[in-house]
């Protein structure tokens, strides 16, 4: 995968990896190969596909440490609680900014608002956007303020 990915390149291929997220979420009996085989498309950029790829299987190879930090810093609100769309957003963020970080955790917040407002409800990108925002500032205070990094290959 390469590093000087296109910020547009990457947007498509959040945008992918949410609604395969999502089919996974919804349909347990489906395996992420299943879920891959049905977005499989022909007229897809190779590289938007590999990424995509590459954010679907960590994102839910990690779902249970990623849920684990929402239960963890959202009082009140558990993850299987969520809008299954807001739950793909979450994840996918936290994934590709804190848990693997390939983005900068603000440009993850901003695409997850982003993807929530185009694919979740009418109060999916404020929902997103205000349990990122106490997630990443809990870990923030507890890790120190380096865990916001900002690397070159950001999408911004």
């Given at each position: ?97 804190y ?12 695409e ?28 923030s ?16």
């Amino acid at each position: 995968m390469s590093k000087n990915l296109l910020p547009q390149k990457r947007r498509r291929s959040r945008e992918i990896a949410l609604q395969m997220l999502y089919a996974l979420d919804i349909r347990a009996d489906q395996s992420p190969e299943q879920a891959l085989a049905l977005f499989v498309s022909v007229d897809e950029d190779e590289e938007i596909w590999n990424y995509a790829e590459m954010l679907v299987r960590g994102a839910w190879g990690e779902r249970e440490a990623i849920d684990k930090l929402i239960r963890t810093y959202l009082t009140g609100w558990r993850p299987e609680r969520m809008v299954a769309v807001d739950r793909a957003a979450l994840r996918l963020a936290l994934y590709e900014s804190y848990i693997k970080p390939l983005i900068p955790i603000p440009v993850a917040i901003s695409e997850a608002v982003e993807l929530a407002r185009t694919f979740g409800t009418e109060e999916s990108a404020k929902f997103v956007n205000g349990v990122l925002g106490r997630i990443i500032r809990a870990v923030s205070e507890e890790a120190g303020p380096d865990i916001v990094h900002t690397e070159p290959d950001s999408d911004r």
